[in-house]
């Protein structure tokens, strides 16, 4: 695996250039499940965070929850890692409050456009596998 693999995706980037739509297949293998991911970022706003439990030992949460639904470890560790979410606070009872940045609004902008302009039959396909 290359590292520019590795990489977010650049910030500035519209997705509406000649290189195609900011989630697309070619240019953004290493999101994980993209359509859980935007799923994820669609339903992440002020009033609907992302919740980290910590482990503090490893820095990085051992539950993520969203709307009491838990999210994969590996979505929102790439959410982290990627700068599309950032520690708001915590709640009273120690869970960390995560919400988008402007970053991450961009992006979920960005993936939004390019899932509507898929047919049903590639949401399918990416819908099952990833």
Do not use: C
């Not at 953004?28 to 499940?33: A, H, K, L, V």
């Not at 970022?41 to 539950?63: A, N, S, T, V």
């Not at 982290?80 to 940045?101: C, H, P, Q, S, Y």
């Amino acid at each position: 695996m290359s590292t520019s693999q590795l990489q977010p995706p650049d910030p500035r980037r519209t997705g509406n250039d000649e290189s195609g739509p900011a989630m697309d297949a070619a240019k953004t293998s290493f999101i994980p499940e993209r359509a859980q991911t935007l799923q994820v970022l669609r339903l992440i706003e002020k009033h609907r965070p992302l919740l980290m439990l910590p482990d503090e030992e490893y820095g990085f949460g051992i539950l993520w929850v969203l709307d009491g639904q838990q999210v994969q470890p590996a979505i929102a560790k790439y959410l982290m890692k990627a700068g599309f979410v950032a520690d708001n606070g915590a709640t009273e009872f120690g869970a960390r409050i995560l919400t988008l940045t402007d970053t991450g609004r961009r992006f979920r902008d960005d993936g939004m456009r390019w899932w509507k302009s898929l047919g049903w039959l590639q949401r399918l396909k990416i819908t099952l596998l990833g």
